[in-house]
């Protein structure tokens, strides 16, 4: 391939979800140029509009529930539910910052459910007090309503359909990237600072609650660049839709309901799998609390339970396995689980009649790319922000932390890049590297006759992924996945495509491989079961060996793991990061 064109700008953004058109927006305000390259298109691509469930919501200690609530009791929820490896430094500022974040987007017209003068705040996941601000199942798309709106009255150029193939470098410095547009045209984009606001990459997963786009590109553009991650041994699985809606996730409340959760063959099967101190009433109690897998919590074995009982064959037709709540008075249903009743009956499910087909799916990434306090990586030039950055959550994170983190960290990265570019009068590019680059597009152009089958192998990689390496961990099942991962890798460079059109399906392919092997390889390094991670193998929390934050970088085409102690902080009220707001 050939470059069609060149582009220069102040700021590259990549990425249109909440944290993408956060960043983009606060660094226009700044009076720079940005230019937002989205896969789909702005306003729906990427995760927020997608967060839909009862409790969909943005966190922050207002105290407008709880007079007790604040800042220093977010952060030690946050702590807590980290499991000991979050970065203590970026949970403080988050903490602080969330509420400021959230009232800048209600004071620019977002809606929030109200009680008198005072916002409806809800107790989320693994919280000790009510601090989750919602606007029922549509949080996440009033998040992203806002900011689209804020974006249309500033200097930004947004690049919808289009996707990045590589971040280029010069040495440690990254300094823009090769783009493939709307209409297939390879373009490359000079930008003095960049941003990477991808999301995460539940595609990697055959059952996932994430949208199509979400294939794991920043993530793997960040590795390959030599960005060092963090955490990625940890995911967030959570019992979600399978049928005949995916991915809608069931959280807290909707558990209080007891649910009947029984196989193809009308088999309850959840004792089967407890040990004998607990319960089936027991592990419903802990997805009230905390509705995702989470190994602290007995509500993990009703995840396991399914996970098992889906891959030894007695799953549903479309794979879950099914869930009845039609024993509860129907007008019970409809008030203990509001939004999940009518946003399901509005799509023709109506959970007072008929069952549904459920299963844990992967709702999202823990860890990611790992970041300071200004949202820097360890290469010059390149910010993060948003589900694909890493180091706040640690092992698991509080309900509602995810929308809300996107805005704190997402007006850092666009400040601070802002800053950057306005210091820098231009960059310089390697011409080696472009050339690389399009050799290795052109080489994926031809004949598909005798080659592997794309779709048929992205299968295989998918299902090997949620069979071995999700909620239900073992050495030999690990081992298994990695191997399929190595025969992806060995297979990629083989497959062919007609058109330039195609290519993307061959680089979601790649991207998806090197997510995989990140996770699965983190995953076998992590001799130990904390937060979302679970090893069969290794069932109990080892703080004496593992309370270590496991890094991964590629270094020469060759896979590094390391380990260093999590950031701490002595005090949450004397120390002073530096602030980016006046």
Same mark, same amino acid.
């Given at each position: 391939?050939?470059?069609?064109?060149?582009?220069?700008?102040?700021?590259?953004?990549?990425?249109?979800?909440?944290?993408?058109?956060?960043?983009? /927006?606060?660094?226009?305000?700044?009076?720079?140029?940005?230019?937002?390259?989205?896969?789909?298109?702005?306003?729906?691509?990427?995760?927020?509009?997608?967060?839909?469930?009862?409790?969909?919501?943005?966190?922050?200690?207002?105290?407008?529930?709880?007079?007790?609530?604040?800042?220093?009791?977010?952060?030690?929820?946050?702590?807590?539910?980290?499991?000991?490896?979050?970065?203590?430094?970026?949970?403080?500022?988050?903490?602080?910052?969330?509420?400021?974040?959230?009232?800048?987007?209600?004071?620019?017209?977002?809606?929030?459910?109200?009680?008198?003068?005072?916002?409806?705040?809800?107790?989320?996941?693994?919280?000790?007090?009510?601090?989750?601000?919602?606007?029922?199942?549509?949080?996440?798309?009033?998040?992203?309503?806002?900011?689209?709106?804020?974006?249309?009255?500033?200097?930004?150029?947004?690049?919808?359909?289009?996707?990045?193939?590589?971040?280029?470098?010069?040495?440690?410095?990254?300094?823009?990237?090769?783009?493939?547009?709307?209409?297939?045209?390879?373009?490359?984009?000079?930008?003095?600072?960049?941003?990477?606001?991808?999301?995460?990459?539940?595609?990697?997963?055959?059952?996932?609650?994430?949208?199509?786009?979400?294939?794991?590109?920043?993530?793997?553009?960040?590795?390959?660049?030599?960005?060092?991650?963090?955490?990625?041994?940890?995911?967030?699985?959570?019992?979600?839709?399978?049928?005949?809606?995916?991915?809608?996730?069931?959280?807290?409340?909707?558990?209080?309901?007891?649910?009947?959760?029984?196989?193809?063959?009308?088999?309850?099967?959840?004792?089967?799998?407890?040990?004998? &101190?607990?319960?089936?009433?027991?592990?419903?109690?802990?997805?009230?609390?905390?509705?995702?897998?989470?190994?602290?919590?007995?509500?993990?074995?009703?995840?396991?339970?399914?996970?098992?009982?889906?891959?030894?064959?007695?799953?549903?037709?479309?794979?879950?396995? /099914?869930?009845?709540?039609?024993?509860?008075?129907?007008?019970?249903?409809?008030?203990?689980?509001?939004?999940?009743?009518?946003?399901?009956?509005?799509?023709?499910?109506?959970?007072?009649?008929?069952?549904?087909?459920?299963?844990?799916?992967? &709702?999202?990434?823990?860890?990611?790319?790992?970041?300071? &306090?200004?949202?820097?990586?360890?290469?010059?030039?390149?910010?993060?922000?948003?589900?694909?950055?890493?180091?706040?959550?640690?092992?698991?994170?509080?309900?509602?932390?995810?929308?809300?983190?996107?805005?704190?960290?997402?007006?850092?990265?666009?400040?601070?890049?802002?800053?950057?570019?306005?210091?820098?009068?231009?960059?310089?590019?390697?011409?080696?590297?472009?050339?690389?680059?399009?050799?290795?597009?052109?080489?994926?152009?031809?004949?598909?006759?005798?080659?592997?089958?794309?779709?048929?192998?992205?299968?295989?990689?998918?299902?090997?992924?949620?069979?071995?390496?999700?909620?239900?961990?073992?050495?030999?099942?690990?081992?298994?996945?990695?191997?399929?991962?190595?025969?992806?890798?060995?297979?990629?460079?083989?497959?062919?495509?007609?058109?330039?059109?195609?290519?993307?399906?061959?680089?979601?392919?790649?991207?998806?491989?090197?997510?995989?092997?990140?996770?699965?390889?983190?995953?076998?390094?992590?001799?130990?079961?904390?937060?979302?991670?679970?090893?069969?193998?290794?069932?109990?929390?080892?703080?004496?060996?593992?309370?270590?934050?496991?890094?991964?970088?590629?270094?020469?085409? &060759?896979?590094?793991?390391?380990?260093?102690?999590?950031?701490?902080?002595?005090?949450?009220?004397?120390?002073?990061?530096?602030?980016?707001?006046?």
């Amino acid at each position: 391939m050939q470059i069609s064109r060149e582009l220069e700008t102040d700021v590259l953004v990549v990425g249109g979800g909440g944290a993408g058109e956060r960043s983009a /927006y606060e660094s226009a305000k700044q009076g720079v140029n940005v230019l937002m390259v989205i896969k789909g298109k702005l306003g729906k691509s990427g995760c927020t509009t997608r967060s839909v469930s009862e409790l969909s919501a943005y966190s922050a200690a207002l105290g407008h529930a709880d007079p007790r609530d604040n800042p220093f009791r977010h952060y030690l929820d946050t702590i807590d539910q980290g499991g000991g490896l979050s970065n203590q430094e970026l949970v403080r500022i988050f903490a602080r910052e969330a509420p400021s974040r959230l009232l800048e987007l209600v004071d620019k017209g977002m809606v929030l459910k109200k009680s008198g003068t005072r916002f409806e705040q809800l107790l989320a996941d693994a919280s000790t007090l009510p601090r989750a601000c919602h606007n029922g199942a549509d949080t996440g798309r009033e998040i992203a309503r806002v900011l689209q709106v804020l974006l249309s009255d500033m200097p930004v150029t947004v690049m919808e359909d289009s996707m990045v193939v590589s971040l280029l470098k010069n040495q440690d410095t990254v300094v823009g990237a090769l783009v493939i547009n709307g209409n297939n045209d390879l373009l490359l984009i000079k930008a003095k600072s960049t941003i990477l606001a991808t999301g995460g990459g539940g595609q990697t997963y055959a059952l996932n609650a994430q949208p199509p786009d979400l294939t794991g590109d920043g993530l793997a553009l960040a590795l390959r660049a030599g960005a060092d991650l963090v955490n990625m041994e940890f995911i967030q699985f959570g019992p979600a839709l399978v049928h005949p809606l995916t991915g809608y996730l069931l959280v807290t409340r909707f558990w209080t309901l007891k649910p009947r959760i029984y196989n193809k063959d009308g088999a309850e099967f959840l004792n089967g799998y407890l040990p004998k &101190q607990l319960s089936g009433d027991d592990v419903l109690r802990g997805k009230e609390f905390a509705f995702p897998f989470i190994v602290e919590s007995p509500g993990m074995y009703l995840d396991v339970a399914m996970h098992s009982e889906i891959s030894q064959g007695r799953g549903t037709p479309h794979g879950g396995i /099914y869930m009845d709540i039609s024993h509860n008075d129907p007008d019970l249903i409809a008030q203990r689980v509001p939004v999940t009743f009518t946003w399901l009956l509005d799509r023709g499910i109506d959970l007072r009649k008929s069952p549904i087909e459920i299963a844990p799916v992967a &709702q999202c990434f823990i860890g990611g790319v790992k970041y300071n &306090q200004k949202t820097e990586t360890n290469l010059t030039g390149l910010y993060v922000c948003g589900e694909v950055s890493g180091g706040a959550h640690g092992a698991a994170r509080p309900g509602g932390n995810l929308l809300a983190i996107s805005q704190v960290f997402g007006a850092r990265a666009g400040n601070f890049a802002a800053r950057r570019a306005k210091a820098l009068t231009g960059v310089q590019i390697d011409a080696g590297q472009v050339k690389d680059c399009c050799q290795q597009l052109d080489g994926w152009i031809g004949d598909s006759a005798g080659r592997p089958d794309l779709q048929e192998q992205r299968k295989t990689l998918r299902e090997a992924m949620w069979r071995y390496v999700s909620c239900v961990r073992t050495q030999e099942g690990l081992g298994k996945a990695l191997e399929v991962i190595q025969n992806m890798n060995n297979l990629l460079p083989e497959i062919r495509v007609p058109d330039t059109q195609n290519l993307r399906q061959v680089l979601e392919l790649s991207f998806m491989t090197d997510v995989a092997t990140m996770v699965a390889k983190a995953a076998m390094a992590r001799q130990e079961s904390r937060g979302t991670h679970y090893r069969v193998d290794y069932p109990s929390r080892n703080n004496h060996r593992w309370l270590k934050v496991l890094n991964f970088r590629r270094v020469e085409g &060759q896979d590094r793991i390391f380990l260093t102690d999590p950031r701490r902080i002595k005090d949450f009220y004397t120390e002073k990061e530096e602030e980016i707001y006046g």
